[in-house]
């Protein structure tokens, strides 16, 4: 009797009579068979998937909890970005996430709260979208908007007045660096004529920046007491001003401690000097720390003229310190060292920084250069 094996089909007992005429046995279904499938004869040759469907989505993980965030926390978290975010592309990756990111991120609240590096242009990436968006970043009450605008549209695009205004501006809102431009500008008369200088203003907007803590301000006031230009001469209050700014100088350089000594180390290795056991305090009586930062309108204006190989136009010579990016506005409008003729700086706090920074090793005496150029000459 032929009696086939039940481990030679997978059908159920009530299917067993349609393998009957098979002449080869079944053979087992490899992978486990799903409950819908269930047993199937051999006759039907069906595709097998190794896949296991995925489960149904719950109600609960088919919500998506972004989208039940309020408006106001999405705003609170892109207004801290802005505030903290240390190049635009930061603010710009967000903005480009989504549409709702697009959209509440345009919000006055955020761009209002945008700082300084969030800001940053870069001259050679400037174009008319990166002016809308400080100009938008400046109706939306951003200081450092209007500073940076205001910078670039005074030197860079040659629009004073509408610089000068933008700078006003940020300057009532208390802000030090602008406060400081716009005193440079009364100190030189950049814009106008050599009449136009009004020095007690400079040093009345210097003093306004010194208070508020910036450096270069309280550099130029200690310097302007010192020599008694545009103020009534007090040394020793001079020399309180400038160690007040190298407090604050060596305070912003400890916190770049490692980097500043290993900088230090390697330039008194190669001069063949020995480091003293303590350091003095103050940097513009012989010490030397590094140099700080420049502010993006600064870093700006420095490669808006550096592209163009330094021309700010004809006759007109840039501040020789390299972190200024200041250009003359007319002939002969900063001054010129005394000793060599070879650099100008658009204020005292520039020449103080730049001569312990540089032209300390390169000032030689040059003979004639007052007489063949002209030109005020620096002390």
């Known amino acids: 009797m032929n009696t086939r094996r039940a481990s030679q089909c997978l059908g159920p007992p009530t299917q067993i009579n349609d393998h009957a005429a098979c002449r080869k046995p079944c053979k087992r279904r490899r992978g486990p068979p799903t409950l819908s499938q269930g047993l199937e004869p051999c006759a039907r040759k069906r595709p097998w998937s190794s896949a296991v469907p995925a489960p149904a989505a719950t109600e609960e993980e088919s919500v998506d909890y972004f989208d039940g965030l309020p408006d106001d926390i999405v705003v609170s978290v892109l207004s801290e970005l802005s505030s903290s975010a240390d190049r635009p592309s930061d603010l710009i990756s967000a903005l480009l996430t989504c549409k709702r990111f697009h959209v509440l991120g345009h919000r006055p609240l955020v761009l209002s709260k945008a700082g300084a590096s969030c800001i940053a242009v870069r001259a050679k990436s400037w174009c008319d979208s990166a002016h809308r968006f400080l100009k938008r970043c400046v109706d939306c009450g951003n200081l450092e908007a209007s500073y940076v605008l205001g910078m670039i549209r005074f030197y860079a695009l040659e629009n004073r ?14 802000h030090a660096a602008a406060l400081y431009s716009l005193a440079i500008i009364q100190f030189n008369g950049s814009g106008g004529s050599k009449t136009d200088k009004d020095l007690r203003a400079g040093a ?16 130029e006031i200690g310097h302007c007491l010192q020599d008694g230009y545009g103020v009534r001469r007090n040394v020793t209050e001079g020399r309180r001003f400038l160690i007040q700014a190298n407090a604050r100088e060596l305070a912003a350089a400890v916190s770049s401690w490692p980097a500043w000594q290993e900088q230090r180390r390697q330039a008194t290795a190669a001069a063949g000097i020995t480091l003293p056991g303590c350091c003095p305090l103050l940097s513009d009586y012989g010490w030397s720390l590094p140099a700080p930062e420049p502010h993006p309108a600064n870093q700006f204006l420095a490669e808006w003229f550096g592209a163009s190989a330094g021309a700010a136009g004809e006759g007109l010579r840039l501040c020789s310190h390299r972190g200024c990016g200041r250009p003359e506005t007319r002939r002969h409008e900063f001054r010129r060292c005394s000793v060599c003729g070879l650099v100008n700086y658009c204020s005292r706090a520039c020449q103080a920084l730049d001569w312990k920074l540089s032209h300390k090793a390169k000032c030689n005496p040059t003979d004639g250069w007052a007489a063949v150029e002209g030109g005020a000459a620096t002390h």
């Open 161 to 174: 007045g509408s610089g000068a205004a933008l700078m006003a501006r940020a300057a009532i809102g208390s």
């Open 204 to 219: 009345a907007l210097c003093a306004r920046a010194a208070f508020l803590g910036h450096v270069d301000a309280l550099r």
